[in-house]
Structures are given as structure tokens and as C-alpha cells.
């Protein structure tokens, strides 16, 4: 690419930057996970354009790929749910006491 080659000290640093990057305790590395998870969440709640629109910081970069994995994590929690919503509504009725279940209905009023 016609540029001068990194000098043995600033390779090294490079290669330990990204050595570290790789460890799940890297901060870095959590900031990004946790900013990720949030948009998948906001995927589901608001769907993936409107999530673009709202992309976390530092994440822009990756934008067309997030955006392909947000779709793809909707379809499939759509999915999940048209195939297995039965199930999942009988588990929870038994997990929640009808007491419970009134309550709620009053309060979403």
C-alpha cells in the first residue's frame, strides 16, 4: 500500500492490543459486547431500521453486519415464537399464580 512499515515496537504493541482484545475481561471488548446485546434488544423491540438509526457508539464500523444479524436474530425469535408459543404460554401459566396473572391484566389497563 506505498506505507512505511511499523516500527519492532509498535508491532509488538499491535500484537498485544489485540492479544488482549480477545479476553472476555478485556473492558474494551465487555463495552462492545454489552452495546451489541442492546442493539439485538432494540431490534426486537423497535426492529432492525429504526435500531440503525440509534446504533450505539463505536459500533458503525460494523453497521451492515449488525444490520444483517439483526434481521436474521429477528426471523428467528419470530420464529421461535410462532413454533413454540403454545408451549411457552402453557409453562407459564403454571409458573404464574392467577392472582398474578389478574394483576397484571389490571395494571396494563
Known amino acids: ?30 463495552v462492545i459486547d454489552q452495546r451489541i446485546h442492546l ?3 432494540c431490534c426486537l423491540v423497535l426492529g432492525v ?4 438509526l440509534d446504533l450505539p457508539g463505536g459500533l458503525t464500523l460494523i453497521e451492515a453486519e449488525l444490520a444483517e444479524l439483526g434481521q436474521k436474530f ?6 421461535n415464537q410462532q413454533v ?3 408451549y411457552y404460554t402453557e409453562i407459564l401459566k403454571t409458573l ?3 392472582t398474578q396473572a389478574l394483576s397484571a391484566k389490571v ?3
Not at 506505498?2 to 465487555?30: D, F, H, M, P, Y
Not at 429477528?74 to 420464529?79: I, R, Y
Open 1 to 30: 500500500m506505498g506505507l512505511a512499515a511499523l516500527s519492532s515496537e509498535n508491532t509488538s504493541s499491535l500484537t498485544g492490543q489485540l492479544e488482549n482484545i480477545a479476553k472476555k475481561e478485556n473492558c474494551v471488548r465487555s
Open 39 to 41: 442493539f439485538l434488544k
Open 49 to 52: 431500521q429504526r435500531s440503525l
Open 74 to 79: 429477528v426471523n428467528l425469535t419470530h420464529h
Open 84 to 86: 413454540f408459543g403454545p
Open 96 to 98: 404464574v399464580s392467577p
Open 107 to 109: 395494571e396494563s389497563l
